[in-house]
């Protein structure tokens, strides 16, 4: 067997390890406008995507303009990103439900910051996990990712795409300033060692295709715009030409296609990392930063003799609900601790239905929730 | 030679914006993370000004997996401001050790310092006050005895702009001279583990 | 042309398996600007894949589902911020932007005073009718000062939105204004838009009589077409006019020309430089 080629190993913020997965998982366009703590990611795009193949980056005037220059980008073909924080997320609302009826790919870089409004720019929070799930108007379905530490800011941009490509839709990743301002040593995969997927663009001859057909996965293949298949996308609801339509049957048939194409692959889709949870009588529930906070306090349970265990959510939204139903199957008590005042605890008592006690940790003071807050109500028990 | 074992060793930069104290930061920690092979979390604070407003930065290295990112007790204090000095001296751990840039804190929380003035040596023995945290960086490479001097030089030739790198390097050499000569070849034996021990 | 005249020619560009009659009232403009557009990119002999059509939201919004193009049919006022990604994405695309006067001037505003700032190679159609006819008859920025609308039930207190100075302040390459009474006129001015490098806008005076018209003394359709007859004056004319006459005058025609670098040339002319492919900066 040959050897394995040896990683290139770099010191760097999650920002960056951001722009390296996104280059690393096909990223060739960038439409942003800058804003803190994500700017980084915006000004190394800035630098390197000129310099790579067809790479474009633009400055545009503001958040709502961000997005819908990607979403041009990415139906021209394109695999495209945007990255922001809080006030821009707002702002960004209205195209990203654009993208989800188009069914246009793409990556939405949120690093969160305290709120409501321009809240705290520099300080660390979780405050936009909700407004992920439920920012934009309508009933909508959504892939909600998170990283918790620098490897995995590079590792989780590259599922991000692979993701927004294989199902047509756009992928939400949810840094907090302390993952995106860590600077860490990481391993940047070699090309071949992870795997990169594209849309599927048709094979029929143009008089076939039908932009919004039905299909066994619920995702239809999209071909580029100017490839001489002549199709019309909009925002309105339309039938399986791309044409509005008001017919109930076809209402439904296309918002039913729209949600089934994500949560019948639920099991590709919901990531986590479990560490000692199988014996776990508490098990601490934690996404981003804060999870590294859990698991230094999942450690110095277990040498109180505490058995204790941690399920990290890498994907937040669809909420991995069977992991969640696992753990239920034995543990007394959830702990989940957030930088918010409960957003993802909601989700986790919705599986949870009374069966475990629930108890909640909750810092909006723009500091890390840390592992001694965490220790402490483990071992409440 | 074989890198030290270390679990958990915390260290604070602390001062005003525009002391350069992210960039000290960031360049100790690439160098002891690529360099020296220690895996290394660099965290940062600041508020919104650009100049003149508080400023942090905290590294943790250690030899295993880094769960927690963050510096909660610390074994070094690195304060260059009195307003620095205040806020984190609470945090170092007992038998920690405190640096201060000795013209910017008149007032030591404790007897048990190390300082030297940082800003003046930069100013007038290599000229340019704004290598004050390269001073820093050489003084702290003597300091601690898992760094090895010749790889953060190395470091510091990697990370910086050609134009600048002479002048850093002239820095980085004095900062470990003068520490060498005003703390003294132990100064730094709080932390050093006995060779043979751990688990290698 | 093809051999192909009138109506044979928008025949062809219509896309035959999207259920007709149209949204459009009687009386509207719309369709001859439509109309307009299809013969001047018949007569520059643009392949029909090579188009992009991108629509706002309101009545001109929906035309796009018509035209047998590549169409996309985009959020309020946001139409120039997807034209701009599409042309990056893809220079040799012909990207149109059709805008209503409420969709182009309030709500896309700042999009349309960047998109000219770039100069992006984008070609603009603001259909002006002075009302938002789609959502029942509102002031738009467009709305002539004095005129009544739901929204202005006591008049309409502001002025209107000059597109025109509007889009040279910010560095448009082309702006023109035509009518859909002067439909020849229009025609020449949207062929030699679609042929310019970088922002080039049009803006098409079009009735909309169901919304404005009825409501401020125009009785039929017919009387908003025959004010437009009687108000337009072509620019040339217009500027030797003394102040005094030039009250209730619509100037038509090209405002001005200029030929910098349209930003997507500019952008790939930086980037070959940098990346040293032939790098040679500036157009071909």
Known sequence: MPRRKKRKEIFALGNEAVVEGALLAGCSFYGGYPITPSSEIMEIMAARLPMTGDGVFMQMEDEIASMGAIVGASLAGRKVMTATSGPGFSLMQENLGYAIMAEAPLVLVNVMRGGPSTGLPTSPAQADVQQARWGTHGDHPIIVLSASDVQECLDMTITAFNMAEKYRTPVILLLDEVTAHTREKIEVPNEGEFEVFSRTVPSMPPEWYKPYEETVRGVPPMPPLGAGYRFHVTGLTHDRNGFPTQRPEEIVELLERIHRKIDQFFYDIQLVDEVQTTDADVVVIAYGSVARSAELAVHQARLNGVRAGLLKLKTLFPYPRRHTEKILGHARTLVVPEMNMGQMSREVKRVNMGRASVRTINRVDGQIVTPSEILKVIMQG | ?200 | MNGLTGNDVIHQYLRHNKKFPHVLCPGCGHGIVLGTLIRSIHALSIPKDDIVVVAGIGCSGRLAVYVDFNTVHTTHGRALTFATGIKMANPKLKVIALMGDGDALSIGGNHLIHAARRNIGVTALVLNNSIYGMTGGQSSPATPEGATTMTNPYGQLDKAFDTVELARGAGANYVARGTVFHVKKLEKIMIEALGRPGFSLVEAITPCHTQYGRKNKFKTPVDMYQWLKKSAIDVERYEELADDKREGRLPIGVFFRRDRNGYEERYYAMKEALTGKGAKGGRK
């Open chain 2, 1 to 200: 030679m074989k890198p030290q074992e270390l679990d958990r060793f915390e260290i604070r930069f602390s001062g005003l914006g525009g002391q350069g104290i992210i960039t000290l930061g960031k360049i100790m920690g690439q160098g002891l993370a690529l360099g020296h092979g220690y895996n290394v979390t660099q965290t940062q604070s600041y508020g919104p000004e650009a100049r003149g407003g508080s400023s942090k930065c905290d590294l943790v290295i250690s030899s295993g997996r880094i769960s927690y990112p963050k510096a909660e007790s610390l074994d070094l204090l690195v304060a260059l401001s009195q307003e620095a000095c205040n806020a984190y001296y609470p945090y170092l751990k007992p038998g920690g050790a405190l640096v201060i840039e000795t013209e910017l804190v008149g007032q030591q929380p404790t007897n048990r310092f190390l300082g030297l003035p940082f800003t003046a040596l930069a100013r007038d023995k290599v000229g340019v006050a704004q290598a004050m945290n390269t001073v820093v960086l050489g003084a702290l490479s003597f300091l601690l005895p898992f760094v090895q001097q010749a790889i953060m030089r190395k470091t510091l030739e990697t990370v910086l702009p050609a134009k600048i790198r002479a002048v850093n390097v002239k820095a980085f050499n004095l900062g470990h001279r003068l520490a060498k000569k005003e703390w003294g070849d132990d100064a730094g034996e709080v932390w050093r583990v006995e060779e043979g021990f751990g688990d290698d």
